[in-house]
């Protein structure tokens, strides 16, 4: 299967030919032609599928073919609504690739900025606009943005705006669009309210769902480290010593967390810093370039911040904390081996966290394999409070030897990753 096959026009297809894209992924595959059939879509795809082209190839595809007609008059007729900042910034980046031949205008307007050159690209005329749900209802209530030509509507990573508490702006949002229009709605989870509302707002809709949630990246190698909860970044920084991590996306759970971590790796004379919501526009912006670019080898995130980053190469996703959602596990470790490359998951686990642990190992169907054999080993796991001493009975001694990596089947060595 190619682009070819999917009836996509000209000005499209020699705009992937120069990005280098010739065959579609799955779920490209099996969208764009429901989306080109003017039908609504359901997609359940996590990060990393390839769903922004999913949407925007046959976006681009419909407008050009009504301006070409003389039937786009000059309002915003295509409308992307997505959770975060930097998601933002790289669909309308992924317009203006895929685009780039077809004459059509977009724009991508967030929060935490002035809004002045944002309202000065729309002024100017706009076709697409990608837009965080908060800027947008600011701009509408001024009335720089019109919604009432919207003719494509689309819902990014819906399960992501119930997250972060924008579930209300995104419903505010709705209620100012056309009745009779195109709605696309992704998710990568359907919890029950986010299953709700796509059943408010899709009309009939086709189902694409590719990579279950419970299944992660095949060419994702996972392992996990136990260690106690104290010697977390001295593990990190031994693990860091491995030429072999060119980069790596550190996981924290929150953003007091992923400051504590940039800062003491730069201590250790690892480059590193830190992306989160408390973090301003440009700070964000300048970390994440600045990681894509390897002036950083090490990017340390919350799970909020990072939806969306879409890094090439990315050989070492690192959950310093386990995250306390399973689901969350998956979408953490999938930023890596994207593309059919390889790639490498290593998480910590201190007592408080092997119940997230387990429930990982459930959702997953699989059992992550443990590295026994490090330098901050667990001093038992089983013992939740760590200031405890080892049990001293000879069989006991051997069981907690065997756990610490001395027994004879001690488990997976460092030196395998």
Same mark, same amino acid.
């Given at each position: 299967?190619?682009?070819?096959?999917?009836?996509?026009?000209?000005?499209i297809?020699?705009?992937?030919?120069?990005?280098?894209?010739?065959?579609?992924?799955?779920?490209?595959?099996? $969208?764009?032609?429901?989306?080109?059939?003017?039908?609504?879509?359901?997609?359940?795809?996590?990060?990393?599928?390839?769903?922004?082209?999913?949407?925007?190839?046959?976006?681009?595809?419909?407008?050009?073919?009504?301006?070409?007609?003389?039937?786009?008059?000059?309002?915003i007729?295509?409308?992307?609504?997505?959770?975060?900042?930097?998601?933002?910034?790289?669909?309308?980046?992924?317009?203006?690739?895929?685009?780039?031949?077809?004459?059509?205008?977009?724009?991508?307007?967030?929060?935490?900025?002035?809004?002045?050159?944002?309202?000065?690209?729309?002024?100017?005329?706009?076709?697409?606009?990608?837009?965080?749900?908060?800027?947008?209802?600011?701009l509408v209530?001024?009335?720089?943005?019109?919604?009432?030509?919207?003719?494509l509507?689309?819902?990014?990573?819906?399960?992501r705006?119930?997250?972060?508490?924008?579930?209300?702006?995104?419903?505010?949002v709705?209620?100012r669009?056309?009745?009779?229009?195109?709605?696309?709605?992704? $998710?990568?989870?359907?919890?029950p309210?986010?299953?709700?509302?796509?059943?408010?707002?899709?009309?009939?809709?086709?189902?694409?769902e590719?990579?279950?949630?419970?299944?992660?990246?095949?060419?994702?190698?996972?392992?996990?480290?136990?260690?106690?909860?104290?010697?977390?970044?001295a593990?990190?920084?031994?693990?860091?010593?491995?030429?072999?991590?060119t980069?790596?996306?550190?996981?924290t759970?929150t953003?007091?967390?992923?400051?504590?971590?940039?800062?003491l790796?730069?201590?250790?004379?690892?480059s590193?810093?830190a992306?989160?919501?408390?973090?301003?526009?440009n700070?964000?912006?300048r970390?994440?370039?600045?990681?894509?670019?390897?002036?950083i080898?090490?990017?340390?995130?919350?799970d909020?911040?990072?939806r969306?980053?879409?890094?090439?190469?990315?050989?070492?996703?690192?959950?310093?904390?386990?995250? %306390?959602?399973?689901?969350?596990?998956?979408?953490?470790?999938?930023r890596?081996g994207?593309?059919?490359a390889?790639?490498?998951?290593l998480?910590f686990?201190?007592?408080?966290?092997r119940?997230?642990?387990r429930?990982?190992?459930?959702?997953?169907?699989?059992?992550i394999?443990?590295?026994?054999?490090?330098?901050?080993p667990?001093?038992?796991?089983?013992?939740?409070?760590?200031?405890?001493?080892?049990?001293?009975?000879?069989?006991?001694?051997?069981?907690?030897n065997?756990?610490?990596?001395?027994?004879?089947?001690?488990?997976?060595?460092?030196? %395998?990753?």
């Open positions: 299967m190619s682009f070819e096959n999917l009836s996509i026009i000209e000005p297809l020699k705009a992937l030919k120069t990005e280098g894209y010739t065959t579609p992924t799955p779920i490209q595959e099996q $969208s764009i032609p429901i989306v080109l059939q003017r039908k609504d879509l359901l997609g359940c795809a996590q990060t990393g599928t390839g769903k922004t082209a999913a949407f925007a190839i046959p976006i681009l595809q419909l407008l050009h073919e009504q301006k070409t007609q003389e039937q786009l008059p000059g309002n007729h295509a409308l992307i609504l997505t959770p975060t900042r930097e998601l933002a910034i790289q669909i309308d980046e992924s317009f203006a690739a895929y685009g780039k031949h077809t004459g059509l205008k977009h724009a991508v307007i967030f929060g935490g900025v002035s809004q002045h050159q944002q309202t000065n690209a729309i002024r100017r005329g706009v076709d697409i606009l990608i837009a965080t749900p908060g800027r947008l209802l600011d209530s001024q009335k720089i943005v019109q919604l009432q030509h919207i003719q509507f689309v819902l990014d990573e819906a399960d705006m119930l997250d972060m508490g924008f579930i209300h702006d995104v419903k505010k709705i209620t669009l056309p009745a009779k229009r195109q709605t696309l709605f992704f $998710s990568a989870t359907m919890p309210e986010i299953a709700k509302l796509a059943q408010t707002i899709l009309t009939n809709p086709a189902k694409v590719v990579t279950p949630v419970s299944s992660t990246a095949v060419k994702v190698k996972q392992s996990v480290f136990m260690v106690e909860k104290g010697n977390k970044t593990l990190l920084i031994h693990v860091l010593k491995n030429p072999a991590i980069s790596a996306l550190v996981f759970r953003k007091h967390g992923a400051d504590k971590v940039a800062k790796l730069n201590k250790s004379h690892i590193a810093d992306i989160h919501g408390n973090k301003s526009q700070a964000r912006q970390a994440l370039n600045n990681f894509k670019t390897g002036q080898r090490v990017l340390v995130a919350t909020i911040a990072a969306g980053i879409d890094v090439e190469d990315l050989s070492h996703v690192i959950n310093f904390e386990l995250p %306390n959602v399973p689901e969350t596990y998956v979408h953490r470790i999938g890596t994207r593309a059919g390889s790639g490498i998951a998480s686990c201190d007592a408080e966290e119940e997230y642990l429930d990982i190992n459930k959702l997953i169907a699989q059992s394999p443990v590295i026994e054999e490090h330098p901050y667990m001093r038992s796991p089983g013992v939740k409070n760590s200031s405890q001493r080892p049990p001293s009975s000879p069989r006991k001694i051997a069981a907690h065997a756990a610490r990596g001395k027994g004879r089947n001690a488990g997976q060595r460092i030196d %395998n990753w």
